[in-house]
């Protein structure tokens, strides 16, 4: 089992940047891969970032490449979500994912292949 646990959210003004974190707890942390996904109001769960940290292999929405960053570390379990020149459409719930390798179809991109979910935080960017 992992336990997952978001922070970094708050309100910033278009062009601005933000960091989210991922705290992880449980079972060993470089095993997982890990995952971003967002949801704004009356819209579904979509996917924004993704990385295998065993190898370091990252995968991102078309919507944030080139703006957003995804990266680990193992020492202080934490996965982490720079987010760069944002914009108004990125305001949402942003929810950190995880699965265990075995178990990982291999699709990044589905929130269905997530079985541990953070409670999430929430990002507003104001125009």
């Known amino acids: 089992q992992v336990q997952l646990v978001e922070s970094g959210g708050g309100l910033v003004q278009a062009g601005g940047s933000l960091r989210l974190s991922c705290a992880a707890s449980?079972?060993?942390?470089?095993?997982?891969?890990m995952a971003w996904f967002r949801q704004a109001p009356g819209k579904e769960r979509d996917f924004v970032a993704g990385?295998?940290?065993?190898?370091?292999?990252?995968y991102y929405a078309d919507s944030v490449k080139g703006r957003f960053t995804i990266s680990g570390d193992d020492a202080k379990n934490t996965v982490y979500l720079q987010m760069n020149n944002l914009k108004p459409e990125d305001t949402a719930v942003y929810y950190c994912a995880a699965d265990r390798p075995s178990y990982f179809s291999g699709n990044y991109y589905s929130r269905y292949e997530y079985p541990y979910w953070g409670q999430g935080t929430q990002v507003t960017v104001s125009s």
């Open positions: 990385i295998n940290l065993s190898g370091a292999s990252t």
């Open positions: 449980g079972r060993t942390f470089s095993r997982y891969v």
